[in-house]
């Protein structure tokens, strides 16, 4: 028989003999154009090495496949305790960062006007590492070596910012600022609450009970794709046992889809909910009693060292979040607040945490002590399922920083007066901006930039893009020149991760010491590129002689080789491998021994290189000393810090400006790569562009229709959105995502979207100290479709 | 013969996207731009749906993302309004498309009740030098042929390849998708559905399991397992 489907398939085979055979027209020559010359992806020898990506930090390990020189896949490392052979959606596009067509093409020097790409001209590593090195150079030999300031981002933990941080110390100079503070809030808690500065790391897969405060616990976390391991072990990975997730936030986040229960609070009152509910476990005596009588300080009403009454925890929640308070407050009804209580109290292990929403937006301060006090009267600190605090591996000193002119520089007030006028920061790149414009303390006569994009990426964008022009000397270090490179001196690419050898430390959020081994994939850089740390590695043999002295390492592998020997001699731990081998090593280690199934520095070396690298998967529970480093010894719970922020005043119908990192461009970066735009918002199908959502009662009163564009204003700045009609967000806000809105980035994030950093009230958290991100309000109203938008 | 089949558990999944890259980057499925992007012809063989589209303000998220790559129907909508026999089931079940014959007449996407099959509206265009990075496993797709998930096709075939070189029998675990081998949530199973002891059968015996749009009788082969409290 002779179907329908065989006849028109015959007909389409003569047409296309007929085209081809001569006489084609031009628009059926171009039709076979394309099967005239397939792409066809050439075969080669393969092999597998392994990497740690650096996408953000997380630090997953990876395995890359090569075929040929060509690196044509990167998958989870299954042995790594970090990834367990699962990768984000960031870690997958890794390939399209390392073959980007917008990297610089080797070391760039400006010769025109800042701000465009075209004003850079090509030069030699030679020359670059001469010119910025004999600069450097003069400004230590005039005796101002702490005018050079390094500014790190993102990015892992691995040497390339170890390095540049420690030639910095060497050079004498102590202004390393950080820009991304995503950690910070959650580390200032920890530091009040136990005397430990560092990120706490959660104990999930342990957990019975979560209580989000507005975290993206399963977005842009520290280490996310830790995190979200943990998270599918929490939900189902013990039999018969299912942990529970509410999450408590304005907005229906990608967190906020997957828990069991979403309590919409009006903007910025996700603390004083939680106080609500520890008011509610503390009046009707729910609290871990022996927990907290024994561990807690605080909770009653005490005199201090100077004889003034201190009002404890009891008594500032009976008085400030009785339940009628908090209702009104958070307009979640009481009923839903005390059954929160009895669950929290009641389901086992729970576990609160506090908003961190990404690298770039670290919640407010007053909402992680909440997330805090409620851990701490249910026992959730040291204990499994709780918040654990992680040990630093033990890595070798590095040889002695120089003294003379390099201690006097260190020995400097910081310029953005962290630390000093700010006590309980440790970088204030705001206030750095401030302090370069203002040329005071002194001037800043340098400014190298390592992952860092300030004039995208802070709070103060504007601030930075001006301050820049004062500082005479600026160097970044960026592959695909950003924002911040576009307006420097000097761009010196460093390497995709792929590129090099590196060595990277335990990442943030995850409670065991481990060491990550990478090995370069490609034979060669894919651009004239360098990886930072072996730059600062020369800078430090070019300045001067006891900089060489103090970072005495011919190459990264020689450093390498001194981080294993030092590691070996540390006897403890063992090399990744199976959970068969994790579960060894952790019953060998809590019975006392050590069996690290190496003998020799040599051994350590080749195994862990062909594993990914160490680790230490004993934790101790319960080691005190190590956890609680107060005063007192005990987790001091600060009634007297307890008050809310004052909110912003609502003035003639403002809303609150909430904004979130997508994972895929969270931080700042990601935006560059076109497989991460394409997937900002799961669930939409329209993507690279800036939206605004907002509550279906709100637009009906601003006169907006889905899809329309809007204006967003606040008093510093103003841009244009898409508006997203949805009831995803409470009717008193808009929110809108942070990472479009470039000016650098290469072709696909160039121009595309707009920054909402840039509308940020200048408005501190009052408490720490750092950006208040969730402070501003903004006017919205529809506007004309922006230039150059579909 | 194995009847290959998925297993998505939504209580686990995270809607982190993790699959969806990881299927672009395995299959060589080529960047859109902002342009493309805006026409709807950017290719993804897997997507995230919203399941529901009603959006509630309350307690409860009504809103569920969900994965969707091609079902891989034992009843496939598809295959039988392909003219030219492009798209067809083979004996393992999968529905595999056969570009050099398809002449993008798009039947098949019309028919295909999951929207899942995308058409090249253009030549694939790697820039310089991102062509470096595709993967000789999987051919590169010319314009004006439809392309869909393959359940990572070419994978069984090394897998096989590898097993046979072994000596061995294929194990389960040697042969699972990018997406699958990606998930950090670890919310993806994939297997022989018709072996009772494979974790994909185990799972789809599930009280949560469910299969979307059964109802048209299309019988697909990824299997899904709901949120909630109870279930195994």
Aim: charged share 25%; with cysteine.
């Amino acid at each position: 028989m002779l179907g329908r489907r065989r006849f028109l398939g015959w007909t389409v085979g003569a047409a296309a003999g007929a085209a081809v055979g001569g006489g084609a027209s031009a628009g059926l020559r171009a039709l076979f154009a394309s099967a005239e010359s397939p792409i066809v992806p050439p075969r080669g020898p393969e092999r597998v090495v392994l990497s740690v990506c650096d996408l953000c930090s997380g630090g997953c390990g990876v395995r890359v496949r090569m075929v040929g020189d060509r690196a044509v896949r990167v998958e989870g490392n299954p042995l790594h305790p970090v990834s367990g052979g699962r990768l984000c959606p960031r870690g997958q596009a890794a390939l399209q960062a390392l073959y980007h067509p917008d990297r610089a093409e080797g070391p760039l020097r400006r010769r025109g006007p800042r701000g465009d790409l075209s004003s850079f001209v090509r030069a030699t590593w030679d020359e670059a590492l001469g010119e910025i090195g004999a600069r450097l150079a003069e400004i230590r030999a005039a005796g101002r070596p702490e005018a050079v300031v390094l500014m790190t981002g993102g990015g892992g933990a691995g040497l390339g910012p170890r390095v540049a941080r420690r030639f910095l110390s060497a050079y004498g100079s102590s202004n390393h600022v950080a820009l991304h503070r995503g950690d910070e809030a959650a580390a200032i808690a920890l530091l009040l609450a136990q005397g430990v500065r560092t990120a706490p790391a959660l104990d999930l897969q342990s957990a019975d009970y979560v209580l989000s405060l507005g975290s993206a616990l399963l977005e842009a976390w520290s280490a996310p794709v830790h995190a979200t391991r943990a998270y599918g072990e929490f939900r189902r990975g013990r039999t018969g046992r299912r942990g529970k997730l509410v999450h408590v936030e304005p907005r229906l986040s990608i967190t906020a889809v997957s828990a069991d229960e979403w309590i919409a609070v009006r903007p910025g009152t996700e603390g004083v909910f939680a106080l609500g509910v520890a008011a509610a476990i503390v009046g009707e005596g729910l609290h871990s009693k022996p927990f907290v009588a024994e561990r807690i300080a605080g909770l009653e009403d005490e005199r201090d060292a100077d004889g003034r009454m201190r009002p404890g925890l009891r008594s500032v929640l009976a008085q400030r979040y009785r339940l009628e308070q908090v209702e009104a407050e958070t307009g979640v009804p009481g009923d839903v607040i005390l059954r929160v209580a009895r669950e929290f109290a009641s389901a086992g292990a729970s576990l609160a945490i506090g908003p961190r929403k990404g690298p770039i937006l670290p919640g407010r301060l007053f909402d992680h002590l909440a997330a805090g006090v409620l851990n701490a009267l249910v026992g959730a600190v040291d204990a499994p399922g709780g918040l654990l605090v992680a040990d630093e591996p033990p890595l070798p000193a590095w040889p002695p920083l120089p003294g003379g002119v390099s201690a006097a520089g260190r020995a400097r007030p910081r310029l953005d007066g962290a630390g000093a006028e700010r006590p309980l920061l440790a970088s204030d790149p705001e206030r750095l901006a401030e302090a370069i414009r203002a040329r005071a303390p002194y001037r800043a006569e340098a400014l190298l930039l390592l992952d860092a994009d300030p004039v995208f990426a802070s709070a103060a964008p504007e601030a930075f893009a001006a301050a820049i022009e004062d500082v005479p000397l600026v160097v970044s270090f960026a592959a695909i020149p950003d924002d911040t490179a576009l307006l420097a001196d000097w761009i010196l690419p460093g390497s995709h991760y792929l590129e090099r050898a590196d060595l990277h430390t335990t990442p943030a959020g995850v409670p065991y010491p481990l060491v990550s081994l990478a090995r370069p994939a490609l034979p060669r850089p894919v651009r004239d590129a360098r990886p930072a740390a072996e730059v600062f590695l020369e800078l430090a043999r070019r300045v001067a002689p006891e900089l060489a002295a103090a970072l005495p390492w011919k190459d990264l592998d020689a450093l390498l080789h001194w981080e294993m020997e030092g590691l070996h001699a540390a006897r403890r731990g063992a090399v990744m491998g199976t959970a068969f081998d994790e579960a060894f090593v952790r019953m060998m280690e809590g019975a006392g021994w050590w069996a690290p199934g190496y003998r020799t520095a040599a051994e350590l070396w080749t195994r862990a290189h062909e594993s990914g690298g160490w680790w230490d998967p004993f934790y101790d529970h319960g080691d005190w000393r190590r956890v609680l480093r107060t005063a007192s010894g005990r987790i001091e719970l600060r009634g007297d810090l307890l008050a809310p922020p004052p909110a912003a005043p609502d003035r003639d119908g403002t809303l609150a400006l909430l904004l979130f990192e997508p994972l895929p461009i969270a931080g700042g970066t990601g935006a560059e790569l076109p497989f991460l735009q394409a997937i900002l918002d799961p669930g939409h199908e329209a993507h690279w562009e800036t939206w605004a959502e907002i509550h279906p009662d709100t637009a009906a009163r601003l006169g907006v229709a889905d899809r329309d564009w809007v204006r967003l204003e606040s008093p510093r700045s103003s841009l244009v959105a898409r508006a997203r009609v949805t009831a995803r967000v409470v009717p008193d806000a808009v929110a809108v995502p942070v990472g479009l809105g470039k000016r650098g980035g290469g072709r696909w994030a160039s121009n595309i979207g707009a920054n909402p950093l840039r509308l940020l009230a200048p408005t501190r958290d009052p408490l720490c100290g750092l950006p208040d991100f969730g402070a501003t309000r903004v006017r919205v109203m529809r506007a004309r479709r922006p230039n150059g938008s579909a | 013969m194995a009847r290959w089949g998925m297993v998505i558990d939504l209580d686990r999944c995270t809607a982190c996207q993790a699959c969806v890259v990881a299927c672009q980057v395995e299959n060589n499925v080529p960047p859109a731009g902002s342009v493309d992007a805006a026409r709807g012809r950017a290719i993804s063989w897997l997507r995230l749906v919203p399941l529901d589209g009603r959006e509630a303000h309350g307690t409860r998220p009504a809103l569920r993302l969900v994965p969707l790559p091609c079902q891989h129907c034992d009843l496939p909508p598809c295959t039988p309004v392909c003219p030219v026999y492009a798209t067809q089931k083979d004996e393992e079940g999968f529905v595999a498309q056969i570009y050099p014959r398809c002449i993008g007449c798009r039947y098949c996407t019309t028919a295909c009740p999951y929207t899942v099959r995308d058409f090249n509206w253009r030549r694939p265009e790697w820039p310089a030098p991102m062509e470096q990075s595709l993967s000789p496993d999987v051919s590169v797709r010319p314009r004006g042929v439809v392309e869909k998930c393959t359940f990572c096709h070419h994978r069984l075939q090394l897998a096989r390849d590898q097993a046979r070189a072994e000596g061995r029998p294929l194990r389960e675990q040697d042969y699972v998708p990018a997406c699958v081998q990606t998930c950090p949530a670890n919310a993806m199973a994939f297997g022989d559905l018709d072996d009772p002891r494979s974790t994909v059968a185990r799972l789809s015996r599930s009280p949560r399991a469910f299969r979307l749009l059964e109802e048209l009788g299309t019988g697909p082969k990824v299997v899904y397992l709901s949120k909630g409290e109870w279930g195994a």
